[in-house]
């Protein structure tokens, strides 16, 4: 927002927040001239124009609305809503209101014509529509939030259009003949904005990259990052303040430092990781336990409102992409300075847990400290280590054998302390693309975790509560991981649906943790595990960061923030400084953020976040389309993972893709949505279609351009084919004849159905 201030105008005016008070004491809006003789300006040119002037800009920024007989008045007071405009591939949209808490307003294609993605805007409730939306009208554009778009670029007839790979954007971008940058037909391409859409005009750009090819390698990361603007180049201010940095730690750096250097702390990653930027120790003591969690101390290089610090601001966390990584710091600062690499001096925060013989924290302090990380170790070879199995792993492994195993004694105590205190334990699979030549995805695998995994995810667990336990001790603003409760409205769902098996959800309108544990305990060995376990985590929300502690649910601790990653996400830096300036005696007095800093940051991060997920589900849904087009025609076996009116979305066996079977190619039947059972019911035979049900599907069409695949029905099981064991999950089919488009109609989504909407997987670290 543009603060203009009084030095602006030859003779000072009210303040903005003098306007507001004025405003918020009238009972109607005001005129100009009004303004003028509330504030007692008659006859000072200089003080009217000024005036003039100042609610023009404040009614720019949104601060108040100007109506059509020209009385200002406060937005609220005029029933209207400010927010962000959300776009929907199919033409619509909804405003998401600033005002936390505030539901989503629809906006029709119509009211769409003359806004983008991503736009702020004012609107007013003009009406609820028949789903019990509220619907808006626009009123004024605030600030544009679509500058740049990546998209295919095409040209016919001499007309060039650019088609945006962001299925949010819904506009076409005409680029007139001399503004093509050198494009070709069909090429990738990033174009600026000339000017915005209006309600009689296309937008209008230029061409400033050419990406290059269509489908070519890596095309699919280039585009994501472009699409989701995602901040992937160093400003020249970033690249001197980091080269700048030695790459090596000077012993002034070190002094007044604890010193860890005689310990042997160890790094335990995938075989794949660049960057380390945790290792742990663990030794018995009389009463338990102690735990040191030693994290690098990137609070040290990066000091705030620096270059380095403003652009891990902008860019909030690392994102990661298959086979590519776009960094939150420099790579001489991530892979470098603050990797905790082996045989080398790295500063560090140490996080000391002292535990009892139960697995219970008993006490927790933290330290700057200096660490020489005594080996690099690797998921799987640490689980094969403490199996035994010593014949294909380097010998370091034999050399810290007692090492690995006290921490693995003390991660079974943590085991059975989670298990007794109600964590919500999803059997999710998650899936790795490997690439081969070209790189081109050669298979996609599921992610196989194993003790080694899980035995860092608890001491990193541990760790990140003893951070919230100690900066709420004190009192000092912060960023909390916070997961809330299940609504309601889910809750009420989710009872309806479970009532169908027999299985009830305790807790009322404040279940625990540990009644959603208890649920899938029960429903572990029943056929209907997995459309069980579904539907309740689609009951959750999304963990987002906040300085308001509030839990969480998922991981059942009242204290949760996140510590142990400041290498690649920002959350974690903010902590670090939090923790550091009470190791220096500071208090939460006088710390450099206070709760409206920290309440930015924390909904920043969060977008971002959001942004990164959404980047990286695009690329990966690339490549999967990418890869089935060499498959189309194949049959498969696969399981139902989404029901909607439209149709089923099933996630195929072992390849782990996803596509859709169109409700039109369930034939012979009319088939009708229950959304609280989850299926499609048939009207005529009664065939249920239902999440989890296991399908046999045929690869009939891969649209890439629109993420898109299309499955036709070869076999499903009804329920008397359950009985016979028909449809093994696993079994994958032998090719049949390929699918015939039927005539004058794609199997694809038609348009004006909903895009497929995935379930959020809670996050849980």
Same mark, same amino acid.
């Given at each position: 927002? @543009?603060?203009?201030?009084?030095?602006?105008?030859?003779?000072?005016?009210?303040?903005?927040?003098?306007?507001?008070?004025?405003?918020?004491?009238?009972?109607?809006?005001?005129?100009?001239?009004?303004?003028?003789?509330?504030?007692?300006? /008659?006859?000072?040119?200089?003080?009217?124009?000024?005036?003039?002037? +100042?609610?023009?800009?404040?009614?720019?920024?949104?601060?108040?609305?100007?109506?059509? *007989?020209?009385?200002?008045?406060?937005?609220?007071?005029?029933?209207?809503? +400010?927010?962000?405009?959300?776009?929907?591939?199919?033409?619509?949209?909804?405003?998401?209101?600033?005002?936390?808490?505030?539901?989503?307003?629809?906006?029709?294609?119509?009211?769409?014509?003359?806004?983008?993605? &991503?736009?702020?805007?004012?609107?007013?409730?003009?009406?609820?529509?028949?789903?019990?939306?509220?619907?808006?009208?626009? #009123?004024?554009?605030?600030?544009?939030?679509?500058?740049?778009?990546?998209?295919?670029?095409?040209?016919?007839?001499?007309?060039?259009?650019?088609?945006?790979?962001?299925?949010?954007?819904?506009? !076409?971008?005409?680029?007139?003949?001399?503004?093509?940058?050198?494009?070709?037909?069909?090429?990738?391409?990033?174009?600026?904005?000339?000017?915005?859409?209006?309600?009689?005009?296309?937008?209008?750009?230029?061409?400033?990259?050419?990406?290059?090819?269509?489908?070519?390698?890596?095309?699919?990361?280039?585009?994501?990052?472009?699409?989701?603007?995602?901040?992937?180049?160093?400003?020249?201010?970033?690249?001197?303040?980091?080269?700048?940095?030695?790459?090596?730690?000077?012993?002034?750096?070190?002094?007044?430092?604890?010193?860890?250097?005689?310990?042997?702390?160890?790094?335990?990653?995938?075989?794949?990781?660049?960057?380390?930027?945790?290792? #742990?120790?663990?030794?018995?003591?009389?009463?338990?336990?102690?735990?040191?969690?030693?994290?690098?101390?990137?609070?040290?290089?990066?000091?705030?409102?620096?270059?380095?610090?403003?652009?891990?601001?902008?860019?909030?966390?690392?994102?990661?992409?298959?086979?590519?990584?776009?960094?939150?710091?420099?790579?001489?600062?991530?892979?470098?300075?603050?990797?905790?690499?082996?045989?080398?001096?790295?500063?560090?925060?140490?996080?000391?847990?002292?535990?009892?013989?139960?697995?219970?924290?008993?006490?927790?302090?933290?330290?700057?400290?200096?660490?020489?990380?005594?080996?690099?170790?690797?998921?799987?070879?640490?689980?094969?280590?403490?199996?035994?199995?010593?014949?294909?792993?380097?010998?370091?492994?034999?050399?810290?054998?007692?090492?690995?195993?006290?921490?693995?004694?003390?991660? /079974?105590?943590?085991?059975?302390?989670?298990?007794?205190?109600?964590?919500?334990?999803?059997?999710?699979?998650?899936?790795?693309?490997?690439?081969?030549?070209?790189?081109?995805?050669? +298979?996609?695998?599921?992610?196989?975790?194993?003790?080694?995994?899980?035995?860092?995810?608890?001491?990193?667990?541990?760790?990140?509560?003893?951070?919230?336990?100690?900066?709420?001790?004190?009192?000092?603003?912060?960023?909390?991981?916070?997961?809330?409760?299940?609504?309601?409205?889910?809750?009420?769902?989710?009872?309806?649906?479970? *009532?169908?098996?027999?299985?009830?959800?305790?807790?009322?309108?404040?279940?625990?943790?540990?009644?959603?544990? *208890?649920?899938?305990?029960?429903?572990?060995?029943?056929?209907?595990?997995?459309?069980?376990?579904?539907?309740?985590?689609?009951?959750?929300?999304?963990? #987002?960061?906040?300085?308001?502690?509030?839990?969480?649910?998922?991981?059942?601790?009242?204290?949760?923030?996140?510590?142990?990653?400041?290498?690649?996400?920002?959350?974690?830096?903010?902590?670090?400084? %939090?923790?550091?300036?009470?190791?220096?005696?500071?208090?939460?007095?006088?710390?450099?953020?206070?709760?409206?800093?920290?309440?930015?940051?924390?909904?920043?991060?969060?977008?971002?976040?959001?942004?990164?997920?959404?980047?990286? +589900?695009?690329?990966?849904?690339?490549?999967?389309?990418?890869?089935?087009? !060499?498959?189309?025609?194949?049959?498969?076996? &696969?399981?139902?993972?989404?029901?909607?009116?439209?149709?089923?979305?099933?996630?195929?066996?072992?390849?782990?893709?996803?596509?859709?079977?169109?409700?039109?190619?369930?034939?012979?039947?009319?088939?009708?949505?229950?959304?609280?059972?989850?299926?499609?019911?048939?009207?005529?035979?009664?065939?249920?279609?239902?999440?989890? !049900?296991?399908?046999?599907?045929?690869?009939?069409?891969?649209?890439?351009?629109?993420?898109?695949?299309?499955?036709?029905?070869?076999?499903?099981?009804?329920? %008397?084919?359950?009985?016979?064991?028909?449809?093994?999950?696993?079994?994958?089919?032998?090719?049949?004849?390929?699918?015939?488009?039927?005539?004058? @109609?794609?199997?694809?989504?038609?348009?004006?159905?909903?895009?497929?909407?995935?379930?959020?997987?809670?996050?849980?670290?």
């Amino acid at each position: 927002m @543009k603060q203009e201030n009084n030095k602006t105008y030859a003779t000072p005016v009210a303040e903005r927040s003098e306007i507001l008070q004025a405003l918020e004491a009238s009972d109607a809006p005001r005129s100009l001239q009004e303004m003028i003789t509330h504030f007692e300006y /008659e006859g000072d040119e200089d003080r009217e124009e000024g005036l003039r002037r +100042r609610l023009i800009a404040m009614s720019r920024d949104g601060q108040i609305a100007k109506n059509r *007989r020209g009385g200002y008045g406060l937005i609220e007071r005029m029933d209207l809503v +400010r927010g962000r405009v959300s776009g929907h591939p199919d033409g619509f949209g909804f405003v998401i209101p600033e005002e936390a808490g505030e539901k989503d307003i629809f906006l029709h294609a119509k009211q769409m014509r003359s806004l983008m993605h &991503g736009d702020k805007v004012l609107v007013s409730i003009v009406g609820i529509n028949r789903r019990g939306k509220r619907e808006g009208q626009l #009123v004024k554009v605030l600030e544009r939030g679509t500058l740049q778009v990546v998209g295919r670029y095409f040209k016919e007839r001499g007309v060039g259009i650019v088609v945006p790979s962001n299925k949010s954007i819904n506009h !076409d971008i005409l680029v007139p003949p001399e503004q093509t940058g050198g494009a070709e037909h069909d090429q990738i391409v990033l174009v600026e904005l000339i000017e915005q859409p209006s309600k009689h005009s296309a937008p209008i750009g230029q061409v400033v990259e050419v990406l290059g090819d269509h489908m070519a390698p890596g095309m699919e990361i280039d585009i994501a990052i472009r699409a989701f603007d995602i901040p992937h180049i160093w400003p020249d201010a970033v690249e001197r303040e980091s080269s700048a940095i030695s790459s090596t730690v000077p012993e002034e750096a070190k002094e007044g430092r604890q010193d860890f250097r005689d310990l042997p702390l160890v790094t335990i990653d995938g075989s794949d990781a660049r960057d380390f930027d945790d290792a #742990v120790y663990c030794s018995r003591t009389p009463k338990g336990w102690r735990l040191l969690v030693a994290i690098a101390d990137v609070s040290h290089y990066v000091e705030p409102q620096s270059p380095l610090d403003s652009e891990a601001v902008v860019r909030g966390n690392s994102v990661y992409f298959p086979g590519h990584v776009v960094p939150m710091l420099p790579e001489s600062l991530s892979n470098g300075l603050c990797s905790l690499n082996p045989k080398v001096d790295r500063l560090c925060m140490v996080c000391e847990i002292l535990f009892d013989e139960a697995g219970k924290i008993s006490r927790s302090r933290f330290h700057r400290g200096v660490m020489h990380s005594a080996a690099r170790m690797i998921y799987d070879e640490v689980a094969e280590a403490l199996a035994g199995n010593f014949d294909e792993i380097d010998e370091q492994y034999q050399t810290y054998l007692p090492q690995l195993q006290e921490l693995h004694s003390l991660y /079974e105590v943590l085991l059975q302390a989670r298990n007794n205190r109600g964590t919500i334990d999803f059997d999710t699979v998650e899936t790795q693309i490997q690439f081969g030549e070209g790189k081109k995805i050669e +298979r996609i695998v599921p992610t196989v975790r194993n003790d080694a995994h899980r035995m860092i995810e608890e001491f990193m667990i541990a760790a990140n509560v003893c951070a919230a336990r100690h900066l709420k001790r004190n009192k000092i603003a912060t960023l909390y991981r916070i997961h809330e409760q299940p609504n309601s409205d889910r809750l009420d769902e989710v009872r309806l649906f479970l *009532r169908e098996f027999g299985l009830t959800l305790d807790g009322g309108d404040t279940p625990q943790p540990g009644d959603y544990a *208890r649920v899938l305990g029960l429903a572990k060995e029943r056929t209907e595990f997995n459309l069980i376990q579904t539907v309740l985590l689609r009951s959750l929300n999304r963990a #987002v960061y906040s300085p308001d502690n509030v839990g969480h649910f998922g991981l059942a601790h009242e204290n949760y923030a996140h510590f142990t990653s400041p290498i690649r996400r920002y959350p974690d830096l903010l902590v670090h400084r %939090a923790i550091g300036h009470l190791i220096d005696g500071g208090e939460g007095s006088d710390f450099l953020y206070d709760k409206e800093a920290m309440l930015r940051l924390g909904e920043s991060c969060s977008t971002n976040e959001r942004r990164a997920d959404d980047a990286t +589900r695009d690329a990966t849904d690339w490549l999967k389309c990418e890869y089935m087009m !060499d498959h189309v025609g194949e049959s498969y076996s &696969g399981v139902v993972s989404g029901v909607t009116g439209f149709g089923l979305f099933v996630t195929l066996d072992d390849i782990f893709v996803d596509g859709l079977v169109h409700i039109t190619a369930l034939q012979n039947d009319y088939y009708h949505f229950d959304p609280v059972r989850h299926q499609l019911t048939g009207e005529q035979a009664g065939h249920k279609f239902r999440l989890g !049900d296991q399908l046999e599907v045929q690869v009939a069409r891969v649209d890439l351009d629109e993420r898109k695949i299309d499955f036709l029905l070869v076999g499903s099981e009804s329920d %008397a084919e359950k009985k016979s064991g028909a449809g093994k999950k696993g079994a994958k089919r032998p090719a049949k004849k390929k699918a015939r488009p039927s005539k004058g @109609k794609s199997t694809a989504k038609p348009k004006g159905s909903p895009r497929k909407k995935r379930a959020s997987k809670p996050t849980t670290d």
